[in-house]
């Protein structure tokens, strides 16, 4: 019998019109390691919280969900709690108490467990998650990754056999959401539990899952494992938006029409390539973005929070050129969003020249800086919504510029088209879904008519359909000849789309190049398809490029 | 780790109650300045010297004020030293101010040594005991504060960026912050739906909720709590039943030095040092054990 069943289990929110869910038909069994993938809005969270009793949204559900044959509504609540463990996305949110044993200790103490049980507990699950050095630690000190991982620590503590997980890595930054996946995988094969996890990025964990369930409009798409997901995707349907989000070496597989087994990571698709398409085709051509005129520039500059911390940005020089869409990557902590906080003006430089369209900062008095010159969308868009619907906030804002309500009715009306976003108007921005809040936010800063964009992650938690999106907008912004620059950790976005890349460490930018050469000259800190692919193509760093040199190699054979 | 913070927080609690209770209760300038003395030195054990240094430059002035304001409003007191706008100034005055202020400035400094030693998880632990739901909704409200803090910076920025207000002028000023606030309110709203599932996720609303804590009352724990109890309770009777007691008005009343009252002064300077002796003759010991070793 299979630990959970899902039997043609349809869902409609309370006061909703549209299915949330339907007709589900799912078997996972002891020791599954299902990952759950589609757009944001396909159903994925509604149908991991009704698998917890305690998190059953309203609405009116048919069909059932059985635990080891017990209809899921039945379950002993406590049976529920402690067997059942769920994950959610933000960890920020998720921790309850102020120090890290408590919050370890706080399920424990929810089923009335004894201090020296809670005690044994919580030593054992500090010594598997390696966790004991936090142990007195306050939960405000920890990055976001450990908050995370310390999330899951205090699921487990409470033994369950299914663990939940609803994007846990989605606020993490690459290295926090690879050692946070680790410990999944982890829980799974040394102790059997089973996880049921939706993702978005999938390169890292899609190869980890023993079932692979493919969600599109409220219904299973797919539900297979690993391997044959990318055949069937491949043989089904090509342009399946999906595929999309889908790990480098399967994309790449099913868009050179591979046979055989379906590579999943790096190394299987470097060997797919060494003995498919290794030819005398090594290089791509791409076209490099001609220079213009500099649009921001700092020369040596030096910037501390306080006197005695130590510099964050440690001489730093850039040049941003007008129309261009310059990412700046590194590693978490590295500076990354300080440097972006001195470009956006929040903070001043103690030593060197910072200059915006060739005039120093200082001669920007007042709001003249971000009237028309400067803008930044922060790195959670929510901060920046202040009424109660979209248009409203839309309004307010346009009313700062223009006097005239006639006028900021159509500036209002001119962003949203652009953007496409009419049809939220009447939403509350925080009922939208992560792009969508994303392309609201950005309306907002486009009605201040900036010229230079600054963007802090603007990627984060999104699903690789909304990335999409948000690629085209830039790219609508650039002919529009917006100056956009952005940190972020993505280097898969960053490869597709900047025009430069340069690499900040040790409060430096270390290395700056346009994207193609940026990336095929990094060895580490580069894109899995660049480093896929290598030796065989020397300059092929996004999944397009693999794919052209595949088909000319092929072609030459 | 100081040895005030290994102890149980029982112990700890204890002892600070009783010490300030004392050196609320008596205005005898021996009481208080043994208080002060030991206030101050118990404090810079806990802190460091140079944290001490900083917040006597703070304080040391701040006594004198104290002490100067009252002979300058209060003419009390039959020694007159000299007038001041035709009024009197007396000696009386000017102790009594002193020693007023002498007491303020040591329950202070006990205040300090207090919140050094009693950090919020131990308040928590020993009053969570009597309301288990009030130690959880404590432990919560102070994970949420630098939560908020933080959120707060984070909006205040992103709306500074955006360009709305020029952060010139009051108004402005104000109506900015106001809308930070407004969208903070919403955030945290948002939030803390999250917060609540992850709660009712780990059970919590079950019936026979438990209450966890790290910390274990050992032997030495007990007897230590018995014997502050003990001093702490007799310095105290002591006190109440003006064994101790001095008036600085119409005239200093003798400080007598009988055997009832050196016992007391005894008691209360003892107790008074008794975390200092504490946390000296453990920096000794490890010495001893490090010189062994």
């Known amino acids: 019998m299979a630990l959970l069943e899902i039997k043609n289990l349809s869902f409609t929110y309370q006061g909703a019109s549209n299915k949330a869910l339907r007709d589900i038909n799912l078997e996972i069994n002891q020791g599954d390691f299902v990952l759950f993938c589609g757009e944001s809005g396909c159903g994925k969270t509604t149908l991991l919280k009704l698998l917890k009793k305690q998190l059953r949204p309203n609405g009116s559900l048919q069909g059932q969900i059985t635990y080891n044959g017990t209809n899921i509504e039945n379950l002993d609540e406590k049976q529920s709690v402690c067997e059942i463990g769920y994950v959610m996305q933000n960890p920020e949110n998720q921790t309850v108490t102020d120090k890290v044993w408590h919050e370890l200790a706080f399920g424990l103490e929810s089923l009335g467990e004894k201090t020296a049980v809670i005690r044994r507990k919580v030593a054992e699950i500090c010594g598997f998650f390696g966790i004991g050095s936090w142990y007195h630690k306050r939960t405000c000190e920890l990055s976001g990754g450990q908050k995370q991982l310390l999330s899951l620590a205090s699921v487990m503590v409470m033994n369950p056999s299914v663990l939940i997980l609803d994007e846990p890595t989605a606020q993490l930054d690459p290295i926090a959401a690879s050692e946070f996946l680790q410990s999944l995988r982890k829980i799974n094969q040394e102790l059997g539990v089973t996880i049921i996890i939706a993702e978005h990025r999938l390169e890292e964990v899609f190869p980890m899952a023993s079932k692979v369930v493919l969600m599109d409009k409220a219904q299973v798409f797919l539900c297979d494992t690993p391997r044959n997901i990318g055949q069937r995707l491949a043989n089904d349907d090509m342009s399946h938006k999906m595929s999309l989000a889908l790990p480098t070496a399967v994309r790449v597989f099913y868009k050179t029409q591979g046979t055989g087994q379906t590579p999943l990571t790096v190394n299987e698709g470097k060997q797919y390539i060494a003995s498919n398409f290794a030819g005398s085709n090594t290089t791509c051509s791409f076209e490099k973005a001609s220079r213009q005129e500099v649009a921001l520039q700092i020369s040596e500059g030096y910037f501390r929070y306080e006197r005695d911390l130590p510099d964050v940005l440690n001489g730093v020089d850039i040049e941003v050129y007008k129309n261009e869409f310059l990412c700046i990557l590194g590693a978490n902590g590295a500076g990354k969003t300080t440097l972006l906080r001195v470009l956006s003006g929040l903070k001043r430089l103690y030593k060197g020249k910072y200059r915006l369209w060739g005039k120093k900062i200082k001669d920007y008095n007042g709001n003249s800086l971000y009237r028309g010159n400067i803008a930044c969308l922060p790195q959670n868009p929510q901060n920046l919504f202040v009424k109660s619907t979209v248009y409203d906030d839309l309004m307010e804002t346009a009313k700062v510029v223009n006097a005239n309500v006639e006028q900021c009715k159509s500036m209002v009306e001119e962003v949203a088209q652009k953007l496409d976003i009419a049809h939220l108007y009447q939403s509350h921005p925080y009922d939208l879904s992560g792009g969508e809040q994303q392309k609201a936010a950005l309306a907002k800063i486009l009605l201040m008519k900036p010229s230079i964009i600054l963007l802090d992650e603007a990627t984060k938690g999104l699903d690789a359909y909304s990335k999409q999106t948000f690629a085209q907008v830039v790219d609508a912004l650039k002919k529009d000849g917006k100056t956009i620059v952005m940190v972020t950790h993505d280097v898969e976005f960053a490869a597709e789309h900047a025009d430069r890349c340069a690499m900040f460490f040790d409060g430096q930018i270390v290395s700056c190049d346009n994207r193609v050469d940026f990336f095929a000259t990094n060895r580490y800190y580069t894109t899995a398809t660049a480093r896929m692919t290598r030796p065989y193509f020397t300059n092929a760093v996004t999944v397009d490029m693999a794919v052209e040199l595949c088909n000319l190699n092929k072609g030459a054979k | ?293």
């Open chain 2, 1 to 293: 780790m100081k040895y005030f913070d290994r102890l149980h927080p029982a112990v700890a609690f204890v002892y600070f109650a009783l010490m300030i209770a004392i050196s609320m209760l008596t205005t005898n300038p021996v009481v208080i300045a043994v208080s002060y003395l030991s206030s101050i030195v118990f404090c810079g054990m806990l802190i460091g010297g140079r944290q001490l240094m900083v917040s006597l430059a703070y304080n040391l002035p701040l006594l004198i004020l104290l002490s100067a304001t009252n002979p300058i409003f209060v003419h009390k007191g039959e020694t007159i030293l000299f007038f001041l706008n035709d009024n009197p100034v007396t000696k009386e005055a000017i102790l009594y101010g002193v020693f007023a202020s002498m007491m303020i400035m040591s329950v202070f400094y006990w205040f300090k040594c207090y919140s050094t030693v009693m950090t919020s998880d131990k308040f928590i632990y020993l009053f969570g005991r009597i309301i288990p739901k009030l130690s959880l909704v404590l432990s919560m409200s102070i994970a949420f504060i630098p939560k908020l803090k933080r959120k707060y910076k984070e909006i205040d920025e992103a709306q500074k960026a955006l360009g709305i207000y020029s952060g010139k002028g009051m108004v402005d000023k104000i109506r900015s912050k106001f809308r930070v606030l407004s969208i903070l309110l919403t955030n945290s709203l948002e939030s803390s739906i999250d917060t609540a599932d992850s709660m009712r996720a780990r059970g919590y609303g079950l019936k026979g909720r438990s209450s966890y804590a790290i910390y274990k009352m050992t032997a030495s724990d007990k007897i230590l709590c018995a014997l502050f109890i003990l001093v702490g309770t007799a310095s105290i009777v002591l006190i109440v039943l003006g064994t101790v007691d001095f008036n600085f008005y119409p005239t200093l009343s003798p400080i007598s030095l009988q055997a009832l009252q050196i016992v007391a002064y005894a008691i209360i300077t003892a107790f008074a040092f008794a975390p200092t002796i504490l946390e000296v003759k453990e920096n000794v010991l490890w010495r001893c054990l490090k010189s062994k070793i």
